[in-house]
């Protein structure tokens, strides 16, 4: 099995940056095949923020995050990122990674995901 742990939350300023790790342990991510980036604040469903194709580099975001967020991986540490620029109030949440372990019609769902991380709190101020 695999082990998933974010890191790289903060409070920051609106329009400030972050950027989140997601650090893989016990198998690698080569093992999977797409990486989710998810969030989740009080109150609300989990979200799909953005994913990234192992193999490949691959990458697609949730249209509220596209253009300011970037998801990238480094195969040698075996490390995927979350590149968050120009905040928003909006993007306050718990940010989760997960692996995609169901392979049904959705794969933005959070229900097609698995091995979720702890998370990482994002808090931008306004």
Same mark, same amino acid.
């Given at each position: ?7 790289? =939350?903060?409070?920051? @300023?609106?329009? $400030?940056?972050? &950027?989140?790790?997601? *650090? %893989?342990?016990?198998?690698?991510? !080569?093992?999977?095949?797409?990486? =989710?980036?998810?969030? @989740?604040?009080? $109150?609300?469903? &989990?979200?799909?923020? *953005? %994913?990234?194709?192992?193999?490949? !580099? ?14 990238? &991986? ?25 692996? &995609? ?26």
């Amino acid at each position: 099995q695999v082990q998933l742990v974010e890191s790289g =939350g903060g409070l920051v @300023q609106v329009g $400030g940056s972050l &950027r989140l790790s997601c *650090a %893989a342990s016990g198998r690698t991510f !080569g093992s999977y095949s797409l990486l =989710g980036w998810f969030r @989740q604040a009080p $109150g609300k469903e &989990r979200e799909f923020v *953005a %994913a990234i194709y192992w193999s490949g !580099g691959t990458t697609y975001y949730a249209d509220s995050v596209k253009g300011r967020f970037t998801a990238s &991986r480094d195969n040698a540490e075996n490390i995927v990122y979350l590149q968050m620029n120009t905040l928003k109030p909006e993007d306050t949440a718990i940010y989760y990674c997960a692996i &995609r372990i169901v392979y049904g019609s959705n794969w933005r769902s959070p229900a097609e995901y698995g091995y979720w991380g702890q998370g990482t709190q994002v808090t931008v101020s306004s």
